[in-house]
């Protein structure tokens, strides 16, 4: 059993950045990988990034360039830098572990204003 939480998101204007963080616990040493997905309210979740145990690192398509994902693994934790926000990344953010299955967090809200 693999638990993550999500933390930082917030309110941010066009332009701007923030950071969400995604700690893990439990069974980790059974973490493949860990990565971000987000939804808004109607749609479906879209996927955003993952960063493999091996180190390895892939971006979605509709935010490669602004996004990234950096890891500590000695806090368990990952993190989603987003730049230069824009207010169509206004959603409900997910952190998600796969291990045995995929684990998800709970979400955490970003609202970028116009």
């Known amino acids: 059993q693999v638990t993550v939480m999500e933390s930082g998101g917030g309110l941010v204007q066009a332009g701007g950045s923030l950071r969400l963080s995604c700690a893990a616990s439990?069974?980790?040493?059974?973490?493949?990988?860990m990565g971000w997905a987000r939804q808004v309210p109607g749609n479906e979740r879209e996927w955003v990034g993952v960063?493999?145990?091996?180190?390895?690192?892939n971006i979605a398509g509709s935010v490669k360039g602004r996004f990234t994902i950096f890891r500590d693994n000695a806090e368990n934790t990952i993190y989603l830098h987003m730049n230069s926000l824009k207010p169509e990344d206004t959603a409900v953010y997910y952190c998600?572990?796969?291990?045995?299955?995929?684990?998800w967090g709970q979400g955490t809200q970003v609202t970028v204003s116009s």
């Open positions: 439990g069974n980790i040493v059974s973490i493949k990988a």
């Open positions: 998600y572990a796969d291990g045995s299955e995929r684990y």
């Open positions: 960063k493999t145990s091996g180190g390895t690192t």
